[in-house]
């Protein structure tokens, strides 16, 4: 469970101490789904620079430089990789022939030390399975639509990604994972986080609330593009068919790993704004089908559900089976 967020200035009038704010608030906000860890990445001159660091963002400045048209940040829960060092934290720095980027997660992904082999991808000391997907960009050498599919439709597990190329060009993968887009007209602003609750949060924050704007409909295999002068074009990969991490070693024909109830609630979850993830540590916990579709209507019987379970974690009361999404 962790956070995408971020925003793009196209048409250049949103004043820079407005965008700073906008930037701190967002990340505070997006604390909601994670306190591990925080940053951000943007474009200066023709570079794409990232800043992060191991610990919660309310305890971390964020500046950017004047005339920034775009950000793109991520807040995050350890799940794979120590949060200690900072390599292991999101965005994480790509390049793609010419074309350098940044790249950020939302979800977990079980199938990276395979691909790695698989499709002889070099070694690597970050740890984080995220990380396996900007391998897979960087080894079909561009950035575009061709290579964000081909790479969406290899990995393998539950996420939204982000992408910021050093043209100030936000991409967004649409998995089954969470994600809220809003394009201001009258700001000529685009702003995203990965649940209304986290955006409703900052809008609020930064008096965002009072304008008008428009949503712009995202769905589990779409790719978007929204350049430097806010043009959105799109695309799209085919969603791998839903399967847990673990169903493999224990599903039968007459078995299943998990009911078909279950099975529907891990599936169209995402529209509800509520991660895969987060399900499968529900049900682990023992948690029933009828309650937990009630969290889906109600985020903060949710969030009070998740804090419990990450209250016995720390406390060893409890360990997660599923590869430690806590």
């Known amino acids: 469970m962790c956070s995408l967020f971020g925003w793009l200035d196209y048409q250049g009038i949103v004043p820079d101490r407005f965008k700073k704010k906008l930037t701190q608030a967002l990340a505070h906000a997006a604390e909601e789904r994670g306190t591990d ?18 610990k919660p963002a309310h305890r971390i400045h964020f500046t950017i430089p004047e005339k920034t048209a775009a950000v793109m940040g991520h807040t995050r829960m350890a799940t794979q990789g120590d949060k200690k060092h900072n390599y292991n934290n999101h965005p994480f720095p790509g390049h793609a022939g010419d074309n350098s980027f940044a790249f950020a997660h939302n979800g977990v992904l079980w199938n990276d030390r395979e691909l790695r082999k698989e499709k002889n991808l070099p070694d690597t000391h970050i740890e984080t399975d995220s990380y396996i997907a900007v391998q897979l960009i960087e080894q079909q050498g561009s950035l575009d639509f061709d290579s964000l599919k081909s790479m969406a439709e290899t990995v393998q597990g539950n996420f939204t990604f982000t992408v910021l190329d ?32 986290i955006m409703n949060n900052a809008l609020k924050r930064v008096g965002l609330h009072k304008f008008a704007y428009e949503r712009i409909e995202t769905a589990e295999g779409d790719i978007l593009r929204v350049d430097r002068c806010g043009i959105i074009e799109r695309s799209e990969f085919e969603p791998t068919l839903y399967r847990p991490k673990y169903g493999a070693w224990y599903d039968t024909e007459d078995t ?16 509800y704004g509520v991660d895969t993830s987060e399900v499968e540590l529900l049900l682990d916990y023992g948690y029933t089908c009828d309650e937990i579709e009630e969290m889906l209507n109600d985020h903060d019987l949710l969030q009070e559900a998740l804090n419990e379970i990450k209250y016995e974690d720390d406390k060893g009361l409890y360990t997660e089976s599923y590869g430690g999404i806590y």
Do not use: W
């Open 256 to 271: 299943p790993f998990y009911s078909l109830h279950e099975e529907l609630l891990l599936t169209y979850c995402g529209c």
């Open 166 to 197: 050093q043209n100030n060009n936000l991409y967004i993968i649409k998995g089954s994972n969470p994600m809220c887009l809003l394009n201001f007209p009258a700001l000529g602003l685009y702003v995203y986080s990965s649940t209304e609750s």
């Open 37 to 54: 860890a925080a940053g951000i990445s943007y474009v200066s001159g023709n570079d794409v620079e990232i800043f992060k660091r191991p």
